[in-house]
Structures are given as C-alpha cells and as structure tokens.
C-alpha cells in the first residue's frame, strides 16, 4: 500500500485498503520469528492523511483477526485485536537539516543513531518526501497492539500439572499438594 505525496488534497485524503491475510501472516510468523499467534482472516485498513508543517499525520484504525493457544489451558482462542495509530510523518530532508548548518546535522544524525530522541519526537516517523509506504506502518503497529498472552477467558484453571488434564473441563484424580521428591526423606525425621 503506497500513497503518493501528491495524492493528498487540502482536505486531506480517506482510504479503506485491504490488508492481505499474507501480510498478517508474514507479521505474526514469518521472517523467523514466531509471535505464538497467526491470523485467521484479512482485514481492512481505514485511514486519513494530512498535510501539517511539512509533513504528514496518519490517523489509522483496523482490527487483526488473530488466533492463539491459551496460555493456561492450550485451547484454541480467536481475538479481535482492536488497533489504532496516529503518527507524523516526517520528510528525509528535514530529519537532514538541509536549511542548517554541517554539524548540527551531523550532532543530530548522531544522537538518533545512539538511541537518544526528544519526547514529543516519539510518535515520528521518517519517510522519503515523495511516497509512504503502509506495509510497514501495518507491519509494526499489529505487533505493537498484540496482547502478551492469550487466555481463552480470565477464570482459566489451566491443565493439571500432573496428569495434564484440561481443569476446564473435568477434575482429575490428582493429589493437589505434591511433595518434591527432593525433600520427601525429610518426612520421615521424628520431631520429639
């Protein structure tokens, strides 16, 4: 999903784009690292674009269809990942310092490179001046609004850890209070 600079009117610019279930997929799983959730179906991306002070502010919103093992029970769970983003857009060629002197760019290209921003910096992002790419804007908002586990729903008893019964569904048999084997000869001293 590329947007072209000069596709965005004075009154800014609406889109309803479609995000590819194997873009979703790719985020989730793909590239060597495994999330622990995959997507179960597409989805839509609605977004505004504006022109302000040189650069560009998205406002976007979608919901990533997901699904998980429960973290307690291993049972299957689908989420709606709601998500929602706003970020200024920021040109190449301002980050550059084209209108200031060679080494304030150059104190300034090396700040960013050793990690350190201004706060209200934070929700910036760096595009070329001429296109915004959304892939990767997609890309990094679904991994930042994914939950860090999946419960399949708050009161979960989980699998025993004994038998490895699910507790959702039945009782087993299984003393509750287990005894670690390391410490059991110690049942057996007699206390006077």
Known sequence: MVV???????????????IALEL??????????????????????HASL??????????????AHVAAP???????????????????LVPESLLRGDDTEDGEAEDREQGETA??????????????GKTIDLDPIVREQVLLALPM????????????AQCGQNLNEKQCGC??????PRL?????????
């Open 175 to 180: 003393e509750q209070k287990v005894i670690d």
């Open 24 to 45: 979703l997929q790719e985020v989730l799983g793909g590239s060597g690292q495994n999330t622990g959730f995959r997507a179960t179906r597409p989805s839509t991306l």
């Open 115 to 128: 990690g350190s921003f201004e706060l209200e910096d934070a929700d910036e992002e760096v595009f070329n």
């Open 149 to 160: 586990n999946a419960v399949c729903r708050e009161d979960c008893k989980g699998l025993c």
């Open 70 to 88: 429960c973290k307690r029970c291993l049972v299957d769970v689908t989420l709606d990942v709601p998500v929602s983003f706003t970020l200024n």
């Open 184 to 192: 059991a000869p110690l049942m057996n001293i007699k206390l006077n």
């Open 50 to 63: 504006r022109k302000v002070s040189g650069g560009v502010l998205v406002q976007g919103n979608f919901t």
């Open 4 to 18: 072209k600079i000069e596709q965005i009117q004075e009154t800014g610019l609406k889109l309803d784009e479609p």
